[in-house]
């Protein structure tokens, strides 16, 4: 049972479009929630991630908004580009679980030309 | 910089074989996990150590076995394998909560 829902599975955009991917938790002992970006046959690397003291982080293209009351944080690509298509994923964690993160299912964005 | 490299990167059993992936990783890290990934199931924690000589199971360990006799090295055992240990498996260390993968070994029980 994943502790960590996300949705869609998968979704297309047009170039210069705006890419959401939203994620659900239970445990309100989560207190770290990372994206991380995954390219074909690579493993996955850090996006982004965010700490429930703050309701948006923004990187570049990437923000996090984050709904602590509605246990939501999602995922916003700016300006979509073919080379954000890649498998996103959102994860979750609490101290003192030594690092372990629950990931989502992962949404497969694709961005087209 | 190498980060954290796997071996093999593809490998095909039958059921019933036995096989070890390696993990390795160059940056110090105490802490190190083995993950699978599914289609539609995102990243399940088979195994992880949080240092030398130590080890713990994670979400999905059943069929596994794993050892961290050297800091910088992490294996994963299949002692006999099953088509439902068909996977893609991913191995990674981690400074404090980010975490860094490696490329992947592909598996693939017949």
């Known amino acids: 049972q994943q502790q960590v829902k996300q949705s869609p599975q998968s979704l297309i955009v047009q170039k210069g479009g705006i890419s959401i991917i939203n994620c659900a938790y239970e445990?309100?002992?989560?207190?770290?929630f990372p994206w991380y970006q995954q390219f074909p046959g690579k493993g996955p690397a850090l996006l982004i991630a965010?700490?429930?003291?703050?309701s948006e982080k923004k990187e570049g293209r990437f923000t996090i908004s984050f709904n602590k009351s509605a246990k939501q944080f999602s995922l916003h690509i700016m300006d979509s580009q073919p080379g954000d298509s890649a498998t996103y994923f959102c994860?979750?964690?609490?101290?003192?679980?030594?690092?372990?993160?629950?990931f989502g299912a992962g949404t497969t964005v694709t961005v087209r030309a | 910089n190498a980060g954290v490299t796997q071996t093999p990167k593809f490998r095909v059993l039958k059921t019933g074989q036995s096989m070890t992936l390696l993990c390795a990783q160059d940056?110090?890290?105490?802490?190190m996990y083995w993950y699978r990934q599914d289609p539609g199931m995102g990243l399940r924690l088979i195994h992880y150590?949080?240092?030398?000589?130590?080890?713990a199971k994670g979400e999905v360990p059943d069929g596994y076995n794993v050892s961290r006799l050297k800091k910088q090295n992490f294996l994963l055992g299949l002692e006999s394998a099953a088509p439902s240990q068909t996977s893609v498996y991913f191995c990674?260390?981690?400074?404090?909560?980010?975490?860094?993968f490696g490329s992947g070994t592909q598996l693939s029980v017949l």
């Open positions: 990674a260390s981690s400074f404090y909560e980010k975490l860094f």
């Open positions: 940056m110090n890290h105490e802490y």
């Open positions: 150590s949080v240092g030398e000589g130590t080890t």
């Open positions: 994860a979750a964690t609490y101290p003192p679980n030594d690092y372990k993160l629950s």
């Open positions: 965010i700490r429930p003291d703050v």
């Open positions: 445990n309100t002992a989560f207190d770290y």
